[in-house]
Nanobody
């Protein structure tokens, strides 16, 4: 079955960096567009970044120039490198496979001094 497992979240100071990972299994990873979403308390879940099977990327305006999504098809893994983190980036970050509407369990990212 399709599985998406995130890791790498944690507590980081403003201006710091963090990389979250999503290891997938149960499908041919290289065929699919993958995304990272986030949900802050009291807010709707929102798209952060997306990467196609051709590695074409899209970003939310709020993270452009700070976040980078990438994929390693050999490791069935999608990454989100987050730099220059701000308190407003605090959220649970979710990995997502577009076809079939599959979600990971999420990983908490907290940006605070």
């Amino acid at each position: 079955q399709v599985q998406l497992v995130e890791s790498g979240g944690g507590l980081v100071q403003p201006g710091g960096s963090l990389r979250v990972s999503c290891v997938t299994s149960g499908f041919t990873f290289s065929y699919y567009t993958m995304g990272w979403f986030r949900q802050a308390p009291g807010k709707e879940r929102e798209l952060v970044a997306r990467i196609g099977s051709d590695s074409f990327t899209n970003y939310a305006n709020s993270v452009k120039g700070r976040f980078t999504i990438s994929r390693d098809n050999a490791k069935n893994t999608v990454y989100l490198q987050m730099n220059s983190l701000k308190p407003e980036d605090t959220a649970v970050y979710y990995c997502y496979r577009y076809v079939g509407n599959y979600w990971g369990q999420g990983t908490q990212v907290t940006v605070s001094s």
